[in-house]
């Protein structure tokens, strides 16, 4: 199917914003698409500031900055005027445009849930709230409106003037139109394929398009109304590429308030937030795009300027059945739904093994920096181990990430039995040569195989200081029996003490399991694994980082893919399958941004076109040092 997403600005005026759609759907026809995918609050302007400084409400994206949120609406009346009835002329007109073009539409709009705003004997109408929606309507290529799907995730101010999905009945009592369906499902079923609907930060999280993937979704189709980057340069990729499926986002573009505020003086000076800059530089960021379910970018508008771009993908190459890892690894059913439910309630707190040392202080202080490091040796066996070792002798960091089974190059051997005998043998040669070099209050992470079991570990001066057994199936470890508890380790440093988990082979691939993690409030993740997909370090990892708001340490051997995705704009936006490279792929180091208020030598630094976007250092050759903030994850 060809699918195309745009971008346009709107205003208050909500003709000038029927004439923008009509004119944006009239020009994205021309490539004839078979689906357009058009931003959110289409039909009107709303927005919250979200910039640095304030705590973010009501929401899971944990300590997420954001500034005073400026709500575009005076009050409640004029939410209620700018939303659309259901049957209006608004929504006709686009239902027309889609049997014009003969394509789904899928447009945002704030919509009216109450059958009018009449306040009898109460004076007090423009401060009492309707029920208003955000929602996402699909208009089929006979006109007809054959799914619409609330928001699920308001942001700040939205929760002052709209209601979210778990608020709204999922049956609509009232047939309003002919084409209104009594209940409507979360799945629109297309003849090209099933499609699922995001609304802006619905995909700030795994959550929803989780959802929606399990339930056969092979494109998700995100309406944005955004002035940051986090979204289409990470989050929305992770979204994809972690469920294998398509995505199409398409965001705004233009002044996200109002120009002037309504009730503001002649002479007064346009609103500043805290980093200086005025309401008038809210401006939305454009860069609507396609994403593969690798999470490559196959079309994209690399600007902010009105305009659409499409590109022709396959959906059954995302059936549910085929959605597997490079390995093989069957992404669905390495989901342990059970198993989060059990953690989610009781998570088992790991004790410190019998042999650390009696005098060890764990203090109720967490640092406000740790410096951590990650070792990669090219050598195996014996030599690696003896390799690793020379490296800890020479540094000073605190604590040290090595790949899963660092002294192995080739994972496949321990699919043999006597392998796996011998390579328990040296887990053992490697905690015990290990401990003898750490300095105290210096760690070293990796994974052995203990007692038959492929675990990480976490080794000190005095030996095995904690245990995490893996938790998901994957077929390099297919003969590992799987651990059913998730390991919260209490750390003490020379400065502190932080609380970290560790999660190893395909372990922090999985979303729910690091959420689990996140909800226990550690402040670090230590991941030793192997990496599969590029897509796993670009985007997955830094999205868990964001949306859980953890440091995270992540260390793979170095892996050489081959890279076939590019897109061209220039020339007719299908990406050219002849271009191919290759491109190399290790782990990460991924360090909160510092919150000012924790300390008054951080300044907050300017906007720089994210909000929530982790401090990255890519793993390179055999040493990369980094300074992480573990007290920035205090503040969820």
């Not at 109002?258 to 805290?274: A, I, L, V, Y």
């Not at 890892?325 to 059913?333: F, M, Q, S």
């Not at 976490?458 to 508890?485: D, K, M, P, V």
């Not at 399958?577 to 909160?592: C, E, W, Y």
Request: contains cysteine; negative net charge; aromatic residues 6%.
């Amino acid at each position: 199917m060809r699918v195309a997403v745009s971008q346009f600005a709107t205003s208050l005026n909500t003709q000038e914003n029927l004439a923008s759609c009509i004119r944006v759907i009239n020009a994205a026809a021309v490539c004839k698409p078979d689906l357009i995918v058009l931003p959110e609050f289409c039909n009107t302007l709303f927005t919250d500031t979200l910039l640095f400084n304030t705590q973010l409400g009501n929401t899971q994206l944990g300590n997420t900055q954001v500034a005073n949120a400026l709500p575009c609406y005076v009050d409640h009346n004029q939410a209620w005027q700018q939303a659309l009835a259901i049957d209006g002329a608004f929504l006709q007109a686009i239902a027309e445009r889609a049997k014009k073009h003969n394509c789904y539409i899928v447009i945002n709009v704030t919509l009216r849930r109450d059958v009018s705003r009449d306040f009898p004997n109460n004076k007090q109408g423009g401060s009492i709230k309707s029920n208003i929606s955000v929602t996402s309507c699909v208009f089929s290529p006979l006109g007809d409106l054959v799914q619409q799907q609330n928001k699920k995730m308001l942001l700040g101010h939205e929760n002052d003037f709209f209601i979210s999905a778990d608020n709204l009945t999922k049956k609509i009592t009232e047939k309003i139109t002919e084409n209104t369906a009594e209940h409507i499902t979360d799945v629109v079923t297309t003849p090209f394929g099933k499609l699922g609907l995001l609304s802006g930060s619905d995909s700030f999280t795994f959550e929803v398009s989780r959802g929606l993937a399990l339930s056969g979704v092979q494109l998700l189709c995100n309406s944005m109304n955004s002035f940051a980057l986090d979204q289409s340069s990470f989050h929305d990729p992770a979204r994809a590429s972690e469920n294998k499926v398509f995505l199409a986002n398409a965001n705004k573009i233009g002044l996200l308030v109002p120009n002037e505020k309504p009730d503001r003086k002649p002479n007064e000076t346009p609103d500043e937030n805290p980093q200086g800059q005025s309401q008038e530089a809210l401006v939305g960021v454009g860069q609507s795009q396609i994403i593969s379910p690798e999470g490559k970018v196959l079309a994209k508008i690399t600007n902010n300027e009105e305009g659409f771009v499409f590109a022709d993908i396959d959906l059954s190459e995302c059936n549910i059945n085929n959605k597997c890892r490079p390995d093989g690894t069957n992404l669905i059913k390495q989901r342990r739904p059970e198993l989060y439910q059990q953690l989610s309630t009781a998570v088992k707190k790991a004790a410190l093994h019998e042999n650390v040392h009696a005098s060890v202080h764990v203090s109720d202080k967490v640092p406000v920096t740790t410096n951590v490091a990650i070792f990669a040796t090219y050598k195996s066996n014996e030599q690696a181990i003896e390799d690793v070792c020379h490296y800890i002798e020479n540094n000073l960091s605190d604590i040290i990430q090595l790949p899963e089974l660092f002294f192995i190059g080739d994972k496949t051997i321990t699919d043999d039995a006597q392998q796996r005998a011998e390579i328990s043998s040296l887990s053992q040669q490697v905690i015990k040569q290990v401990s003898t070099v750490l300095r105290p209050f210096q760690y070293l992470c990796t994974s052995l195989i203990i007692e038959g079991k492929h675990q990480a570990v976490l080794i000190s001066e005095h030996g095995l200081l904690a245990t995490q057994e893996q938790l998901h199936f994957c077929q390099r470890y297919q003969w590992t029996e799987l651990g059913n508890n998730l390991n919260i380790i209490n750390l003490p440093l020379e400065q502190g003490n932080i609380k970290l988990a560790m999660l190893t082979a395909d372990d922090a691939n999985i979303a729910e399991i690091v959420k689990i993690s996140a909800l226990n409030a550690i402040h670090l993740l230590l991941v030793p694994f192997d990496i599969q997909e590029p897509c796993e370090v670009e985007y997955h990892l830094l999205s868990r980082a964001a949306e859980n708001r953890i440091c995270i340490v992540a260390a793979s051997r170095e892996k050489s893919f081959t890279n076939t995705l590019s897109f061209d704009n220039a020339a007719n936006n299908i990406y050219n399958k002849n271009k191919v490279k290759s491109q190399k792929s290790t782990g990460l180091i991924a360090n909160l941004t510092t919150d000012p208020a924790l300390s008054p030598q951080w300044q907050a630094p300017r906007f720089n076109g994210y909000i929530n976007q982790p401090l990255v250092k890519h793993q390179y050759g055999k040493i990369t040092k980094a300074v992480i903030h573990p007290i920035a994850a205090c503040t969820k």
